[in-house]
């Protein structure tokens, strides 16, 4: 069991009363510049959208069903952190197109489930290749071969560190 340590009194006005251990000066400095890049970068990924191809939320709810399979309105959108109502929308939004099922559930015929149909999944994966062309084009554009064996290189640190945060 871990124990969190009380926050200092002297960590200025950004501390929480639950902030916990505080990183090292040089590590806090990485931790601002790794965000300040990879948000852009997120961001940027989110917003290509070719014809047709499906929202962010819609994609997120998508990708919740492929890694947990089916579940309610209701767990998607408590998943997701937004409105049972605005999922309802987003799903209704997915089963219109054919990328969603909703079924009665076998073990409780009160409640709906939806699931991911063939073409949710095909669907799924077109938008996620889509994301990683494009930013593969990126890379062998801007980065010499040695850059790109750098950022390589970094990909199990980004991993380790997305572990635990």
């Known amino acids: ?91 209704g939004v997915l089963q219109e197109r054919g990328l969603v099922a909703r079924d009665p559930d076998p073990t409780d015929g009160r409640r709906i489930v939806v699931s991911l149909t063939t073409a949710g999944l095909d669907g799924l994966h077109g938008a996620r290749a889509e994301r990683s062309r494009r930013l593969g084009l990126a890379i062998d554009e801007e980065l010499t071969p040695a850059e790109q064996r750098q950022l390589a290189d970094a990909i199990p640190l980004l991993e380790r560190i997305t572990r635990r945060v």
């Not at 970068?41 to 890694?67: H, M, N, Y």
């Open 1 to 91: 069991m871990t124990t969190r340590t009380p926050p200092s009194t002297a960590a200025g006005p950004a501390a929480s009363p639950t902030a916990g251990p505080v990183a090292s000066p040089a590590a806090a400095r990485v931790a601002a510049d790794l965000r300040a890049a990879l948000s852009p970068l997120v961001r940027r990924l989110r917003q290509v959208k070719p014809d047709g191809e499906l929202t962010f939320s819609q994609i997120s709810a998508l990708v919740r069903l492929d890694r947990e399979g089916p579940a309610t309105a209701s767990e998607l959108a408590a998943g997701e952190g937004i409105r049972p109502q605005s999922m309802c929308t987003i799903i």
